[in-house]
Structure formats: structure tokens, C-alpha cells
């Protein structure tokens, strides 16, 4: 046997060459569930589990399948099949705690449920399964597809985050969240490029498959690769000295409140006595700045007078109150426009600061495609008369005793490279209502954290995350945490705000890093291709 390229098979075949000839020969319905359950199974390498391997080994499968598709006739159709089932079940496992959100008012939004756990993963699963076909074009059967396959599918994981606003979440970067040590990479080469090389790293694997002794180099390579990537996060770790702003003592307010009781006009003053009693709650050291979590007054707090006299007497001596709250203005044509905001109030409650949400989430904040999916009876989740109007983007705030803060609302967290304006802030705060997430428990809240250390890792930046229900932390610019609340607990974290580091090489050049990977993937690729068909036209068939 002789591989498509002129690489002569080995002689010893071992349970690798068959597991790898066994997923090649899969066809029909046994290709796309077999692709299916690995998908699965490879969401498992996000918290809150954090089994990597299972991502790894899910991208070698993926390439055995687009194998087995390349030697069939429509072979495109076939490998975007094979790359679509895996995405939908890597998007259904890892995303399967959106369906809570459609449970807060059960008789509006149930009946959506079975939809939203199918469409949302099959829209999502596009993306691997139109890269799983672009492959096919470019494949040959040797190491160099493993390139191949990379600038496609990192390409799409790309394209995901950016395409109609985006959703970059459980990027492959993510399945490292096991490992801190690893994700100190994320300080040069951002969630894009490190979920490219992870890619490649998984990808390799399929080579191990091969008859071929010379196969194992580039896994083993990229093995010795993501050593050196540990090694070095260890020493990041272990020799930078992150200091904490003196002076500087930060509140957390968690009241838990569950979001079905957010709004009821009988738990209102329950809900908001339960933030001002958190608040004036007694620490060794009195907080300095404290923040609420996202929309955390359960009424328009702008136009109560009586609230706004309790936030007066919240921020005396010097005190500052940073809260998520809904924002009402009446516009030109006599509407209304809901806003999704952070207010910022000084001394004696005065309003220095106003941020509105820029990165709105559909089908919670606004609802897409309004005419058609309305005309079904779909409604967008948060209630309001209205869609809510985006902000301008990120802003830098200045605040008194405190460095400039960037607020950032929910999953405005999650986008890399787009949370920073054009002042770069000292520290973010992360209001969030993680209760839309579900229970206790749930995958969504952790895999959110986790996303938010990711983002302070690769802007250098600490950040103070408040949220509803959980989980609340303080995380330092490596991504560690030094305080934190867990999911479903009532109560405050306090603790002092870690000093900003200087800006990181992923923070001055964003996503540069990431095309050039890219790129040097692709020329790989090419190269290599050039190299061995040049070669076989030299060498004698025997």
C-alpha cells in the first residue's frame, strides 16, 4: 500500500492503524453519528469539566472522517456532513444551559426550548462543517492536510466570533482552562491563536493513525511545543509579582436573586433592601468601591426618588457604587429606547458616569429578524416594550480614589480583542446576571469565568466580576482568583483590586499573531504539496 503523496507505509500497523482505517470506512448515517458523539464528547474539555484530551482527539477523528469523504465521489458534501455533526454535538453538549434562559417564564418561552437546543447548535455547527468542506479541494493524504485542516477550521472559529456580532464561546483556546499554566499563552497569542495551534495539536493526532514511523514527528513536535507553552506559563506565574492598589477595597454584592422573582412587584423591595443590606454589610476594612451586578435594582432606578436617596447615603466618605441597571430615555418620536447599563455614582450619589451595553445578545436583548421570527410567535426574553439600543463600544471611566475602569456588561467578556477603547482602562468591571444560565451547578456560569480569566490574561488586566446568582470573583491580570462567591450563595466578595501589568504583546497587536500562524499554516501546507508532487514526478513508479 502507498500513500496518495509517495510515503511508503511501515510495516507494523498496531490498534492506532486500525481505530484510524475502522473511522476512515464509516459511511452514511454511521459517519455522522459516529462525528456526532465524538462532538459530545469533546465538549467535555470545557468546564466544568476540563477534560482536554477528549478536544484533541475529537479534531484527529474529524480528519480521519474528511479522509474517508476524499476518497468517495461528492467528497465536499460528504466532509461537510462529517464536519457539521461534530459541531452540532460539541455545540449541543457545551451549550446545552441555554435552554434555563427559556424556563425563567415557562409559559412564554417553553415551547421554544426543543428549537433552541437544535438551531442554535446546528447554526453554529456551519462553521466547522464549511471548513470540513473547504479541506477537501487541498487534500492529500499526508501530514501536510494537517495544515490544511488548521487554516480552515481556525479560520471558522474566527469568522464565528465576528459574524453577525459573534459568539466566540468554547473557543478551542478554552479547553485549556484546566491549565492555567498553558493559558499564560493567551498574553501573546490571544484566544484566536492559541485555539489555532490547539487545533493543530489535535489535528496531528489523526498522523499516529498512519503506517508510517515518520508520522509520529509532528505530533510529537507539537507535544514539545505545548511543553514549552506550560513551562514558560509556569515561570509567568512564578515570577511576576502582581501588587494591589493601595487604598483600593473592592465590595462584590451577590444577592442571588432568582431571575422569575427579579421583577415581581411583591419581591421588589425584598430584592433592593437586599443590596443595600449587602452593601452596608460590616468588613474589617471598609470597601471603597462597590459594585452590583448586571440590571441589579429590580426597577427603573433613575426615576426613583427614593432609591436614588439611598444610593446618597451609600456613597458617602469618598464611597463610589458601580451597578447594572435598565435605562429609559423617551426619543425623537415619542417612543422610548431601553438601554442595558452601567451607572457610576460618586459622592452623595452623584452620576459620573453612564455606559450602555454595546454587544447585545439576540433573541435576550433585541430579537432578530424581527418581522419574520415575530410573525411565528418568537419573542425576544428580557421583557421590555422594546428591543434594547446598543452603546457606542468600550469607554474608559474615571472614578474617584480608583484607576479608570472599563465597564464590561454579561458576555461583552467573552470577545477578544474588542474591550478596550481608545483609552486603555486600569481595570474592568464585569456585571453579569448569570441566573438566565440556569441552576447551581450549570456548565454555563463556569464556562463564562472562565472566559472572563482568559480575557484578563490576554489584556494584562485585572477584573471584578459581580454577578446575580454567581459566581463572583476578583481575578488578577494572570487569571487568578483572590476572592470569589460561588454560584447560588448570597453574600459579598471583598478584597483589594490587583495592579494593572503593563500592556501584553496580545494587547498592543491583537489578533497579528493569529493570521500570521495563519498564514505560515497555509504556506506549509503549500509547500509541502509543491515539494512532493515535484517529487513524485522524479521518482520511477514501481
Same mark, same amino acid.
Given at each position: @500500500?502507498?500513500?496518495?503523496?509517495?510515503?511508503?507505509?511501515?510495516?507494523?500497523?498496531?490498534?492506532?492503524?486500525?481505530?484510524?482505517?475502522?473511522?476512515?470506512?464509516?459511511?452514511?448515517?454511521?459517519?455522522?453519528?459516529?462525528?456526532?458523539?465524538?462532538?459530545?464528547?469533546?465538549?467535555?474539555?470545557?468546564?466544568?469539566?476540563?477534560?482536554? *484530551?477528549? +478536544?484533541?482527539?475529537?479534531?484527529?477523528?474529524?480528519?480521519?472522517?474528511?479522509?474517508?469523504?476524499?476518497?468517495?465521489?461528492?467528497? @465536499?458534501?460528504?466532509?461537510?456532513?462529517?464536519?457539521?455533526?461534530?459541531?452540532?454535538?460539541?455545540?449541543?453538549?457545551?451549550?446545552?444551559?441555554?435552554?434555563? #434562559?427559556?424556563?425563567?417564564?415557562?409559559?412564554?418561552?417553553?415551547?421554544?426550548?426543543?428549537?433552541?437546543?437544535?438551531?442554535?447548535?446546528?447554526?453554529?455547527?456551519?462553521?466547522?462543517?464549511?471548513?470540513?468542506?473547504?479541506?477537501?479541494?487541498?487534500?492529500?493524504?499526508?501530514?501536510?492536510?494537517?495544515?490544511?485542516?488548521?487554516?480552515?477550521?481556525?479560520?471558522?472559529?474566527?469568522?464565528?466570533?465576528?459574524?453577525?456580532?459573534?459568539?466566540?464561546?468554547?473557543?478551542? #483556546?478554552?479547553?485549556?482552562?484546566?491549565?492555567?499554566?498553558?493559558?499564560?499563552?493567551?498574553?501573546?497569542?490571544?484566544?484566536?491563536?492559541?485555539?489555532?495551534?490547539?487545533?493543530?495539536?489535535?489535528?496531528?493526532?489523526?498522523?499516529?493513525?498512519?503506517?508510517?514511523?515518520?508520522?509520529?514527528?509532528?505530533? +510529537?513536535?507539537?507535544?514539545?511545543?505545548?511543553?514549552?507553552?506550560?513551562?514558560?506559563?509556569?515561570?509567568?506565574?512564578?515570577?511576576?509579582?502582581?501588587? %494591589?492598589?493601595?487604598?483600593?477595597?473592592?465590595?462584590?454584592?451577590?444577592?442571588?436573586?432568582?431571575?422569575?422573582?427579579?421583577?415581581?412587584?411583591?419581591?421588589?423591595?425584598?430584592?433592593?433592601?437586599?443590596?443595600? %443590606?449587602?452593601?452596608?454589610?460590616?468588613?474589617?476594612?471598609?470597601?471603597?468601591?462597590?459594585?452590583?451586578?448586571?440590571?441589579?435594582?429590580?426597577?427603573?432606578?433613575?426615576?426613583?426618588?427614593?432609591?436614588?436617596?439611598?444610593?446618597?447615603?451609600?456613597?458617602?466618605?469618598?464611597?463610589?457604587?458601580?451597578?447594572?441597571?435598565?435605562?429609559?430615555?423617551?426619543? *425623537?418620536?415619542?417612543?422610548?429606547?431601553?438601554?442595558?447599563?452601567?451607572?457610576?455614582?460618586?459622592?452623595?450619589?452623584?452620576?459620573?458616569?453612564?455606559?450602555?451595553?454595546?454587544?447585545?445578545?439576540?433573541?435576550?436583548?433585541?430579537?432578530?429578524?424581527?418581522?419574520?421570527?415575530?410573525?411565528?410567535?418568537?419573542?425576544?426574553?428580557?421583557?421590555?416594550?422594546? %428591543?434594547?439600543?446598543?452603546?457606542?463600544?468600550?469607554?474608559?471611566?474615571?472614578?474617584?480614589?480608583?484607576?479608570?475602569?472599563?465597564?464590561?456588561?454579561?458576555?461583552?467578556?467573552?470577545?477578544?480583542?474588542?474591550?478596550?477603547?481608545?483609552?486603555?482602562?486600569?481595570?474592568?468591571?464585569?456585571?453579569?446576571?448569570?441566573?438566565?444560565?440556569?441552576?447551581?451547578?450549570?456548565?454555563?456560569? *463556569?464556562?463564562?469565568?472562565?472566559?472572563?480569566?482568559?480575557?484578563?490574561?490576554?489584556?494584562?488586566?485585572?477584573?471584578?466580576?459581580?454577578?446575580?446568582?454567581?459566581?463572583?470573583?476578583?481575578?488578577?491580570?494572570?487569571?487568578?482568583?483572590?476572592?470569589?462567591?460561588?454560584?447560588?450563595?448570597?453574600?459579598?466578595? %471583598?478584597?483589594?483590586?490587583?495592579?494593572?501589568?503593563?500592556?501584553?504583546?496580545?494587547?498592543?497587536?491583537?489578533?497579528?499573531?493569529?493570521?500570521?500562524?495563519?498564514?505560515?499554516? #497555509?504556506?506549509?501546507?503549500?509547500?509541502?504539496?509543491?515539494?512532493?508532487?515535484?517529487?513524485?514526478?522524479?521518482?520511477?513508479?514501481?
Amino acid at each position: @500500500m502507498q500513500t496518495e503523496d509517495g510515503d511508503r507505509p511501515g510495516v507494523a500497523g498496531g490498534l492506532l492503524a486500525r481505530v484510524a482505517e475502522f473511522v476512515r470506512a464509516q459511511s452514511g448515517w454511521r459517519k455522522f453519528l459516529l462525528a456526532y458523539l465524538v462532538g459530545l464528547l469533546s465538549s467535555a474539555a470545557f468546564p466544568p469539566y476540563g477534560i482536554f *484530551v477528549l +478536544l484533541l482527539a475529537g479534531y484527529a477523528v474529524v480528519v480521519l472522517l474528511i479522509d474517508g469523504a476524499h476518497a468517495r465521489p461528492r467528497s @465536499m458534501r460528504g466532509a461537510f456532513w462529517a464536519g457539521f455533526s461534530f459541531g452540532f454535538g460539541q455545540f449541543m453538549g457545551g451549550l446545552y444551559w441555554i435552554a434555563y #434562559a427559556f424556563l425563567v417564564d415557562p409559559s412564554q418561552h417553553a415551547w421554544e426550548i426543543p428549537f433552541v437546543v437544535t438551531l442554535l447548535p446546528a447554526g453554529l455547527a456551519l462553521f466547522p462543517g464549511l471548513a470540513a468542506a473547504a479541506c477537501i479541494p487541498f487534500w492529500r493524504r499526508h501530514w501536510s492536510r494537517i495544515f490544511v485542516f488548521t487554516v480552515f477550521f481556525s479560520l471558522a472559529f474566527y469568522l464565528r466570533g465576528h459574524i453577525l456580532t459573534g459568539f466566540p464561546w468554547n473557543l478551542p #483556546a478554552y479547553g485549556w482552562g484546566a491549565s492555567l499554566s498553558i493559558l499564560q499563552s493567551l498574553s501573546v497569542l490571544g484566544a484566536y491563536g492559541l485555539s489555532l495551534l490547539t487545533v493543530l495539536f489535535g489535528a496531528s493526532l489523526a498522523l499516529l493513525g498512519e503506517r508510517s514511523r515518520r508520522a509520529v514527528i509532528v505530533p +510529537l513536535a507539537l507535544l514539545g511545543g505545548f511543553a514549552l507553552l506550560w513551562l514558560s506559563g509556569r515561570a509567568r506565574l512564578a515570577l511576576t509579582q502582581v501588587r %494591589d492598589v493601595p487604598h483600593v477595597e473592592l465590595r462584590l454584592v451577590q444577592p442571588d436573586v432568582p431571575q422569575n422573582q427579579k421583577y415581581l412587584p411583591q419581591y421588589q423591595e425584598r430584592n433592593w433592601q437586599r443590596l443595600i %443590606d449587602l452593601s452596608h454589610r460590616p468588613a474589617p476594612i471598609a470597601p471603597t468601591d462597590i459594585i452590583w451586578p448586571e440590571a441589579a435594582p429590580p426597577f427603573l432606578l433613575l426615576s426613583s426618588p427614593a432609591a436614588l436617596a439611598q444610593v446618597a447615603s451609600l456613597t458617602t466618605r469618598g464611597r463610589v457604587l458601580l451597578t447594572g441597571a435598565v435605562r429609559v430615555t423617551a426619543s *425623537v418620536n415619542k417612543g422610548y429606547r431601553f438601554y442595558n447599563s452601567v451607572l457610576i455614582f460618586a459622592h452623595a450619589g452623584q452620576l459620573i458616569g453612564v455606559y450602555d451595553k454595546a454587544h447585545l445578545v439576540p433573541f435576550g436583548e433585541y430579537l432578530p429578524l424581527r418581522k419574520i421570527l415575530s410573525a411565528i410567535g418568537l419573542t425576544k426574553l428580557v421583557d421590555a416594550p422594546s %428591543d434594547f439600543t446598543p452603546g457606542p463600544g468600550p469607554r474608559t471611566y474615571h472614578i474617584p480614589g480608583a484607576p479608570p475602569v472599563g465597564p464590561l456588561i454579561c458576555y461583552e467578556v467573552i470577545f477578544p480583542n474588542a474591550v478596550v477603547g481608545a483609552v486603555r482602562p486600569a481595570w474592568f468591571v464585569n456585571v453579569t446576571d448569570d441566573s438566565w444560565f440556569g441552576p447551581p451547578g450549570s456548565s454555563g456560569p *463556569v464556562q463564562h469565568l472562565l472566559i472572563a480569566r482568559a480575557q484578563a490574561i490576554e489584556e494584562g488586566l485585572p477584573i471584578a466580576r459581580a454577578a446575580n446568582t454567581g459566581i463572583s470573583a476578583i481575578i488578577d491580570p494572570l487569571g487568578r482568583i483572590s476572592g470569589r462567591l460561588g454560584s447560588g450563595k448570597l453574600g459579598v466578595v %471583598d478584597g483589594r483590586l490587583p495592579v494593572a501589568l503593563q500592556p501584553t504583546i496580545y494587547a498592543r497587536f491583537g489578533d497579528t499573531l493569529f493570521f500570521v500562524l495563519l498564514l505560515g499554516c #497555509a504556506a506549509q501546507a503549500t509547500l509541502m504539496q509543491v515539494f512532493l508532487r515535484n517529487l513524485n514526478r522524479k521518482t520511477p513508479s514501481r
